[in-house]
Nanobody, 123 residues
């Protein structure tokens, strides 16, 4: 079992930056691919980015060049650095992990989910 806890969300103006974190506990954190999804009000849950144990990353086109995912295996923590934020980035951001090595965009293929952290970008 893996427990994921997000932190660091908040309110930021458009063009600003924010970093959210995901602390993991339980089974061997560093061997599970992890990632971030987001969900805006009235919209489907959307893939944002993922990272493997070998630091191979995947990004949604909507955040490529603005967001950076990273992980610190010694601290069992994953980060999402968000720059040049836009109002359309407003959403609840969820940390996810896959026990089967999946790193794609299908939400149903991730086994563990955090409770989410709210990110609000004002215009």
């Amino acid at each position: 079992q893996v427990l994921l806890v997000e932190s660091g969300g908040g309110l930021v103006q458009a063009g600003g930056s924010l970093r959210v974190s995901c602390a993991a506990s339980g089974r061997t954190f560093s061997r599970y691919p992890m990632g971030w999804f987001r969900q805006a009000p009235g919209k489907e849950r959307e893939f944002v980015t993922s990272i493997t144990w070998y630091s191979t990353t995947t990004y949604a086109d909507s955040v490529k060049g603005r967001f950076t995912i990273s992980s610190d295996n010694a601290k069992n923590t994953m980060y999402l650095q968000m720059n040049s934020l836009k109002p359309e980035d407003t959403a609840v951001y969820y940390c996810v992990a896959s026990k089967n090595g999946y790193t794609g965009s299908s939400a149903s293929s991730y086994d563990y989910w955090g409770q989410g952290t709210q990110v609000t970008v004002s215009s």
